[in-house]
């Protein structure tokens, strides 16, 4: 497996938001799948793309290499909050989603990060308690359902951020078998279950995958190479690199996009992290995600990165930008 990383970033390209609803995005790792109808042209497949800030919407179409789709069907988000003070009530950020049965189903899994902002316990400040959790559709995502939690952790009583989660999730490798393994802050969490079904998450121990992923140790146990300050890492699988490779930013360097190869097949050992990106002082950049030509879990040498940036200089909450990426 390869720790070493070369490549060579294009020019950066402002992307149109999908909707003119005033969501930031990307606002998490987002969903990138080719499309089931017959491909209108080769060298641009029909793809599918989720994107989300809580509400969840799906947009299709024949997009250029490098760009992405901007028809939304339907119009209105395909995914939103739970009852309120549930795990999910106030959003679902749909993190992951793959096809079932298939490159001709229109049945998904998705996997999301969700929010609770409801506390049991009266007083004042404002708190976020995550997990994550699992989504099923029939129709090619058009409409969801809640299938139940993945990752959770015991919600206190008082006010607080916190909790455990997925960042990404990318179909599972070498000795995991099948199934599923997610990243969230510096550890990881699998399912053995070729459908990922909740209450089939268990999370990484510090050597193993041995504690349930719904109300297991919540002590941090980071993966071998992983800095216990990493930020929403999202990792793909590389074909032309033979590794998993994971973009991400730092708690407290706001300003950089971090960059790391796997060391082992299954992606539980990383090589060191190397500097992507840096957009300067003043900005930020966020949740750096390389996709490649049929999805976002895997890539080839030629990729495009994305990330959020602020200040935004496209009238919307953040800059959705996107640049080639050519591996060396």
Not at 43 to 48: G, H, Y
Request: proline residues 9%.
């Amino acid at each position: 497996m390869r720790a070493d990383l070369a490549w060579t970033l294009g020019p950066a390209l402002i992307q149109p938001y999908s909707t003119p609803h005033p969501y930031q995005f990307p606002d998490s790792a987002f969903p990138v799948l080719a499309g089931i109808a017959p491909a209108a042209n080769a060298s641009a497949p029909q793809r599918l793309m989720f994107w989300t800030d809580g509400a969840t919407f799906r947009a299709e179409g024949y997009p250029a290499p490098g760009s992405f789709p901007v028809s939304v069907d339907p119009p209105s988000p395909v995914l939103g909050s739970g009852p309120n003070g549930s795990y999910d009530g106030n959003g679902n950020w749909l993190l992951a989603a793959f096809r079932l049965g298939g490159a001709a189903s229109a049945e998904l899994v998705g996997f999301a990060h969700t929010e609770n902002h409801v506390w049991r316990c009266p007083g004042g400040g404002h708190g976020e308690w995550n997990s994550g959790a699992v989504l099923r559709s029939a129709d090619d995502g058009r409409s969801w359902s809640r299938e139940g939690l993945a990752i959770s952790d015991p919600q206190p009583c008082n006010a607080t951020f916190g909790g455990a989660g997925f960042s990404s999730v990318v179909p599972a490798r070498g000795r995991l078998g099948s199934g599923f393994l997610g990243f969230g802050g510096c550890g990881a969490f699998w399912s053995g279950d070729a459908r990922g079904s909740a209450g089939s998450w268990m999370r990484w121990n510090g050597s193993a995958f041995s504690e349930p992923g719904v109300n297991g140790s919540t002590a941090q146990r980071c993966l071998p190479g992983v800095p216990g300050n990493v930020c929403c890492p999202i990792v793909h699988f590389n074909t032309y690199l033979r590794a998993h490779v994971v973009v991400y930013t730092k708690w407290g360097q706001g300003s950089t996009l971090f960059i790391a190869a796997a060391t082992d097949e299954e992606g539980l050992a990383w090589g060191p992290s190397v500097v992507l990106l840096d957009v300067g002082p003043g900005s930020s950049v966020a949740y750096g995600q390389i996709i490649g030509a049929e999805n976002s879990t895997h890539a080839g040498r030629n990729a495009t990165l994305v990330y959020a940036l602020a200040p935004p200089t496209s009238g919307q909450p953040r800059d959705f930008v996107a640049r080639s990426i050519v591996f060396e």
